[in-house]
């Protein structure tokens, strides 16, 4: 039972690459986040999926996009990287959405130069 | 615009002792709290939970306290073990959305 994997768990773009990081939770949970974490600011939410074949906003949505492709996967797309973008990306899990993710995977910590 | 704030970057205690951990809002919508515990190099681990309705929620060594009035919320650890260090993060939700909004974390030691 690996509960929520990331893949990459590093990864460095030059400006303008484009990159997918993947998600996958084991737990059967319906809804799915994707959050950035950055020095001295909280974790902020980017995208969710509430279920399968949903996804919303969350509060730094611009430059992203992601993909529900079933239950089990929810990946999140940078078309063009800018450095701003630098940060830990988290994903998480929950049952329902009243959970905001309990469970978090890894974490994967990309570097725009 | 921080709706919800940890004033307190990092808190060292000791081994044993009560460890308190202070977060605030600003958003009177907000109607369902949670802390997680951060380790290095690792996601965040759910800790513990509080909807509006109650005032207190205590699971093992950990409590969470919310002052409504007062936009305020606690956490408890009693008694700390070197283990609970971490950076500890509270969250919280708007009773009609999905989204929850973090705050900038509280770095706990425990000296042993």
């Known amino acids: 039972n690996a509960g929520v994997t990331q893949t990459p768990k590093f990864q460095v773009l030059k400006t303008g690459q484009s990159m997918t990081l993947q998600c996958a939770q084991d737990m059967n949970h319906n809804s799915m986040y994707w959050y950035r974490q950055d020095p001295g600011m909280g974790l902020r939410l980017i995208y969710y999926?509430?279920?399968?074949?949903?996804?919303d906003k969350g509060e730094v949505p611009n430059g992203y996009n992601v993909s529900r492709l079933n239950k089990r996967e929810f990946s999140l797309r940078l078309e063009s990287a800018a450095p701003s973008q630098t940060s830990v990306y988290f994903c998480?899990?929950?049952?329902?959405?009243?959970?905001?993710?309990?469970?978090f995977g890894p974490g994967t910590r990309l570097t725009v130069l | 615009d921080q709706q919800v704030k940890q004033n307190s970057p990092s808190l060292s205690v000791q081994e044993g002792r009560i460890s308190i951990l202070n977060c605030d809002y600003t958003?009177?919508?907000?109607?369902?709290f949670l802390w997680y515990k951060k380790y290095p190099a690792e996601g965040p681990t759910f800790l513990i939970s509080i909807s509006s309705i109650k005032d207190k929620n205590e699971d093992g060594r950990f409590t969470v306290f919310l002052n409504k009035s007062a936009k305020h919320l606690s956490l408890h650890i009693v008694p700390s073990q070197p283990g609970d260090s971490a950076v500890y993060f509270c969250a919280a939700r708007r009773e009609t959305g999905n989204q929850f909004y973090f705050g900038t974390g509280t770095s706990l030691t425990v000296i042993p």
């Open positions: 998480a899990s929950s049952e329902g959405t009243s959970g905001g993710g309990r469970f």
């Open positions: 999926s509430a279920s399968e074949g949903t996804t």
């Open positions: 958003n009177s919508m907000f109607d369902y």
